[in-house]
């Protein structure tokens, strides 16, 4: 046991240094598009105030002061391609990361299935690695938030600023769809995404184990448990369903768990004995 949990720590150690270089270049794209637009935003409005021949007070008297908010508004679209592009290369680098085993040199996926270990710690430090990717963008997102409340109070005079608290902040915003303030939002949100990463990665098994069919069959399973699970998702907000929200959300997480163990099982019985080089 103890063995093998080292193993997995290695791996999963691997597969990170593996992909921290596209970590680091998403993060600091981010960081530069919502902090720098942020900036941008807030010196045009002031020097717009500027020029109107305003003083703070006679603009706060008509306006109530200049939000946080307000400005990141003018920031929504480019703030969401910035989040695209990380979920972009996410999901890309979930295929990827199996890919590039078997395309890479020397054939590297050999040497690692050849391994004195179970062949499923080769999955899960995948998937660990997957996660470490997610949650570090996550985090990076809470600290971008951060930095954006700093960066408002260091431009707006005192005069303009209307103070919220940070879940505020987020609660406002759109980012509450990747930054759920609540636990039971944030388990389903990031529930799904597991799933996805956990169909994507069967997906990729199933096409080394049967190749163009299971390629095709992978998909297909994929698709149809990402559209239900969809269905229910939208249901659960329809309040002309024909079931109540709480049995929507019942069959939403009974279908995301039996997504997942169906995925970890198939994942587990393809590396055993389908998979080869």
């Known amino acids: 046991m103890k063995t093998n949990l080292i193993a997995l720590l290695k791996l999963a150690d691997l597969e990170i240094r593996r992909f921290r270089g596209i970590l680091l270049g998403l993060m600091a794209l981010v960081a530069l598009i919502q902090l720098?637009?942020?900036?941008?935003?807030?010196r045009t409005r002031l020097s717009q105030i500027?020029?109107?021949?305003m003083t703070l007070a006679e603009f706060k008297l008509q306006n109530s002061g200049l939000s946080l908010l307000e400005l990141l508004g003018e920031l929504d679209g480019v703030t969401g391609v910035a989040i695209a592009c990380c979920i972009v290369v996410v999901a890309a680098y979930t295929l990827i990361i199996w890919y590039r085993d078997w395309f890479g040199r020397a054939s590297f996926a050999y040497r690692l299935l050849?391994?004195?270990?179970?062949?499923?710690?080769?999955?899960l430090s995948k998937?660990?690695?997957i996660l470490t990717f997610v949650f570090s963008l996550f985090?990076?997102?809470?600290?971008?938030?951060?930095?954006?409340?700093?960066?408002?109070?260091?431009?707006?005079?005192?005069?303009?600023r209307i103070e919220r608290t940070f879940i505020d902040t987020i609660r406002?915003?759109?980012?509450?769809?990747f930054?759920?303030?609540?636990?039971?939002?944030?388990?389903?949100?990031?529930?799904?995404g597991l799933v996805i990463v956990l169909l994507l990665f069967t997906t990729a098994l199933l096409e080394r184990s049967y190749r163009l069919k299971g390629l095709l069959g992978g998909l297909a399973l994929s698709a149809a448990a990402f559209v239900l699970l969809v269905w229910l998702w939208a249901g659960a907000e329809d309040r002309g369903s024909f079931l109540y929200p709480t049995e929507l959300l019942a069959l939403f997480i009974g279908v995301l768990l039996v997504s997942a163990a169906a995925a970890l099982w198939l994942g587990w019985r393809l590396l055993r004995g389908k998979v080869s080089v």
Do not use: K
């Open 127 to 129: 998937l660990a690695a």
């Open 36 to 42: 720098g637009g942020l900036s941008m935003v807030t």
């Open 172 to 177: 406002s915003t759109d980012l509450v769809i």
């Open 179 to 192: 930054i759920p303030v609540r636990l039971t939002e944030f388990l389903l949100v990031y529930g799904l």
């Open 114 to 123: 050849m391994l004195p270990h179970p062949r499923f710690l080769l999955y």
């Open 50 to 53: 500027e020029r109107s021949g």
């Open 139 to 160: 985090a990076w997102q809470i600290v971008i938030v951060a930095g954006q409340m700093l960066l408002y109070h260091v431009q707006i005079p005192h005069q303009l």
